[in-house]
């Protein structure tokens, strides 16, 4: 499954677009996802969790908190990897904030 941000008409430079891992999964009942390789956004311990709010699509959540957090300008595909037991693997395609430099390892 690809969602597509329906705002980003044109590829910018390679350089201001970066990838980074989602893991969706459920922690004490609740469903919420981790990004990978984020510094910022996954926690001191890389143990950070971001609930799903169930209003909004998976896309909706994981590009609120980057743009919040000065990651990404916006988020431009979140692809499915794959599932492995209870969770689920995404690769996120972004925009890099330029009010902020990225963290992710390319």
């Known amino acids: 499954m690809t969602t ?3 705002r980003v008409s044109a590829d ?5 677009r970066a990838r980074v891992t989602v893991i ?3 922690v004490q009942g609740m469903a919420c996802f981790h990004f990978c390789s984020i510094s910022l ?3 001191e311990n890389a143990n950070l969790q971001w ?4 209003a909004l699509s998976l896309f909706e959540n994981i590009e609120r ?3 919040l957090n000065r990651v990404a300008h916006n988020v431009a595909r979140v692809d499915f990897l794959r599932a ?8 996120v395609i972004y925009n890099v904030s330029p009010c902020q430099p990225h963290t992710a390892i390319p």
């Open 4 to 6: 597509s941000n329906p």
């Open 12 to 16: 910018p430079a390679p350089a201001s």
């Open 24 to 26: 969706v999964s459920h």
């Open 41 to 43: 956004l996954q926690g």
């Open 51 to 54: 609930p799903l709010n169930p």
């Open 65 to 67: 908190i980057m743009c």
């Open 84 to 91: 492995q037991g209870q969770a689920q693997d995404y690769e």
